[in-house]
């Protein structure tokens, strides 16, 4: 990603209604705030990355972003439509797909009927196209199609979630952490994988991640996520600059 | 113990499937000959007092059923020694690291002899039993069985689709088995509609049942979910018992009519079913008619669900089982799911329930007490959830058993004249359940056989295999 593409987007967003927007949604776990107010926008065609440490509420704002669990205030808007309360399913057929954090694959499914239930939602209308495209894009999977998914290694569940996710033709795609626990090859290769998303077939992408540098280095723009607030919002070369997010996020150089 | 070769071979050489039977009945004979020998001065005599005399009685019979029985387990633990050497010589489709396609499942080698022999069995059973026990009359006790059995198998199919495919813990199970045969005792009695009218009625409202207790569990899993379940099975029950001008309480409904064959009743009369058909009128008519009627229903269970299966609703199903975190950002309506699951199981179980009623004549509240909802749940946990064959052998087993106990007249010449099987059959149901959670803690068939096989694609991973992207 060159630093000129990336102001580029940024400019060309200014006019624009974002496809996702967050607007100062408060989400507590029984009476504790997890998330305090976060305001957040996802353009089309863009990659936005939030990166934060442990416990900021990362996970949290895009759980809540699918409805699990609910905004108790403010709004989140897709494509125009307020989803603050509709049903987690609801949201997913609205062209969202969301690779949750944990994988979550069907493990005693096999790699086959577990993509079948990511195309379940659009009534398998492209199935054959789009089990031929995760193939090419995951030639691991293709392989192992007839294998339960728990009997996967690690970065094969986490091609697994994403494939999963990609069957549904999604115009929004959602990961959580897919770097977790993954060799740092692996890791390059899911980044790559996303970056192709994203250019060939100008999907959009909202990316959770701990692994600051590659994703900072991946996405168009970033936020910067402290105990349930935004801190910092900026290009993902601006954010990779600068001097507070380098000593919090990428101190011992990069990974 | 002499080590049978068959586990040596195993780790050396390339394992053969069939495991060496000549060295197994060799040692198995030898072990049988050694028990022989130690139960001439133990067991085959007995010594009797009369009066002041002591007499010595023998007991060769009985030396040579233990015997038999000492070289049949001895039969065994090499079969399964042999069969577990064998798993472990080959990638089990558990490994990861291994490419597994071509290698059947456990599961596609047992149904495949299995599912036609089980089959062929039920089907032939009323007339091979005729044809043992020589006679219609005769062979009641076990057509009766047979039913018996059958109906557990289809209950256990039934609950299988809400515990093992949907894994939603129902504990109250037999609530639906006595919806279905209290709508056939009373619309029978009261409208005098026929049984085959009452049966879809039956299972319509037994579904209905099903999915008014879905709807306040929802939100629960696991532990809740089976402490909810078990009380909607007590209430029932209670209704049942003290809903006295309708239910009639504790009595009971009676005279419940009998089934007819398509509208032919199993009378002596003129125009019942011996007369119409030419056959001299027996009882035992109605019976085996009975026995087709559940195996039939039973088959149609298990034909609904092997379907379900492979529709998208069933793959929600075991999804939901799965992850239902998953499953809901994967655009599933999750409520839409469990409440078609409870009430396809209910259905089901309201089928049996009116069958219930139909066999019996009679109904009464404690028919269905929490006993009979263990009991099933049983069957399905023993099984292996979601397994269909192996709820229908663990049916067998857990309701077939105690009666096999009762015919086995040697057991009371070990442990005295008095002795009852059936008062010992929650003991034995208990050491089986222990056995099995040591043994195969997640059921008799535990391998979940896929709902699609993917034939050509065999191939092309195949040649990847060689390609070294295994």
Not at chain 1, 56 to 78: D, H, V
Not at chain 1, 141 to 166: C, D, H, V
Not at chain 2, 371 to 377: C, D, V, Y
Request: glycine share 10%; charged share 15%.
């Amino acid at each position: 990603m060159t630093a000129g593409a990336s102001i580029q987007q940024t400019a060309l967003n200014a006019g624009r209604e974002p496809l996702l927007s967050v607007r100062g949604v408060k989400t507590y776990y029984g009476n504790i705030i997890a998330l305090k107010g976060v305001d957040m926008d996802v353009h089309e065609g863009e990659i936005v990355t939030l990166i934060g440490a442990n416990g900021a509420g990362k996970s949290t704002l895009m759980m809540t972003i699918f409805g699990n669990p609910r905004a108790r205030e403010g709004t989140i808007t897709y494509a125009g439509r307020d989803i603050t309360k509709m049903p987690t399913h609801e949201i997913a057929q609205l062209s969202i797909a969301q690779s949750p954090e944990g994988r979550r694959i069907f493990p005693r499914m096999t790699v086959f009927e577990n993509l079948q239930m990511g195309a379940s939602i659009n009534g398998f209308a492209h199935f054959d196209q789009d089990l031929e495209r995760v193939c090419t894009l995951f030639p691991r999977l293709k392989e192992r199609l007839q294998q339960r998914g728990g009997t996967l290694s690690g970065g094969e569940q986490q091609m697994l979630a994403i494939a999963r996710a990609l069957m549904s033709r999604p115009k929004l795609l959602l990961l959580d952490e897919p770097s977790l626990g993954l060799a740092p090859l692996i890791v390059k290769q899911i980044f790559s994988i996303i970056k192709e998303l994203n250019e060939k077939d100008g999907m959009t992408v909202f990316l959770v991640e701990q692994n600051a540098y590659h994703a900072l280095k991946l996405a168009h723009r970033g936020y910067v996520m402290v105990t349930g607030n935004i801190t910092m919002s900026g290009t993902g070369k601006e954010l990779l600059e600068d001097p507070q997010v380098r000593a919090a996020y990428l101190e011992g150089g990069h990974h | 113990m002499n080590a049978p070769s068959i586990t040596a071979s195993a780790q050396t050489e390339a394992v053969t499937k069939t495991f060496d039977l000549s060295a197994a009945l060799k040692d198995a004979f030898r072990s049988a000959l050694i028990t022989f020998g130690l139960s001439i001065p133990i067991l085959s005599f007995r010594t009797e007092q009369s009066g002041a005399d002591l007499f010595l009685s023998s007991r060769w019979g009985l030396a040579l059923i233990v015997t038999a029985i000492v070289f049949g387990l001895r039969l065994l633990i090499h079969a399964f020694t042999a069969s577990r050497a064998y798993r472990k010589a080959i990638p089990s489709p558990r490994q990861a690291t291994e490419l597994v396609h071509a290698q059947p499942s456990a599961f596609q080698h047992v149904s495949r002899f299995a599912i036609p022999f089980f089959l062929g069995v039920a089907i032939a059973f009323p007339v091979l039993i005729y044809l043992i026990q020589g006679g219609l009359n005769e062979s009641r006790y076990w057509i009766d069985l047979g039913i018996l059995i059958l109906t557990y198998v289809m209950l256990g199919w039934g609950l299988n689709i809400v515990v093992g495919l949907a894994g939603l813990l129902d504990l109250g199970y037999v609530a639906f088995y006595a919806v279905g045969a209290y709508s056939y005792a009373l619309l029978s009695t009261t409208f005098g509609l026929s049984f085959w009218i009452c049966l879809p009625l039956a299972g319509i409202l037994a579904a209905f049942w099903g999915m008014i207790l879905g709807f306040p569990v929802l939100r629960l899993r696991g532990d809740y979910l089976a402490i909810v379940t078990l009380a909607f099975g007590e209430i029932i029950r209670l209704v049942l018992i003290n809903w006295v001008d309708v239910t009639n309480g504790a009595a009971g409904i009676s005279s419940i009519p009998r089934a007819t064959f398509f509208g032919i009743p199993f009378t002596a009369s003129e125009d019942g079913f011996a007369a119409t058909f030419g056959l001299e009128f027996n009882g035992m008519h109605r019976m085996i008619f009975l026995y087709y009627l559940i195996l039939a229903l039973a088959l149609l269970t298990n034909f609904v669900t092997m379907r379900l299966r492979k529709l998208p609703v069933g793959r929600a199903w075991e999804a939901l089982r799965e992850d239902e975190i998953a499953c809901r950002s994967l655009g599933i309506n999750t409520t839409n799911t469990k409440l078609t699951a409870f009430a396809i199981g209910a259905m089901f179980g309201g089928f049996a329930g009116s069958f219930f009623a139909v066999r019996q004549g009679f109904v009464s509240p404690e028919s269905f007490n929490f006993l009979e909802s263990a009991i099933i749940l049983a069957i399905v946990v023993m099984g292996g959830m979601g397994s269909q064959i192996g709820v229908a052998i663990a049916a067998i087993v857990l309701v077939g058993g105690p009666e096999v106990l009762r015919n086995l007249t040697f057991l009371k010449a070990v442990f005295g004249e008095g002795f009852d099987p059936n008062e010992y059959r929650l003991l034995l149901f208990g050491l089986g359940m222990v056995a099995m959670m040591v043994w195969r803690p997640r059921g008799l068939i535990s391998e979940r056989e896929p709902s699609v096989i993917l034939k050509e694609r065999k191939a092309i991973s195949g040649s990847l295999v060689k390609e070294g992207h295994g």
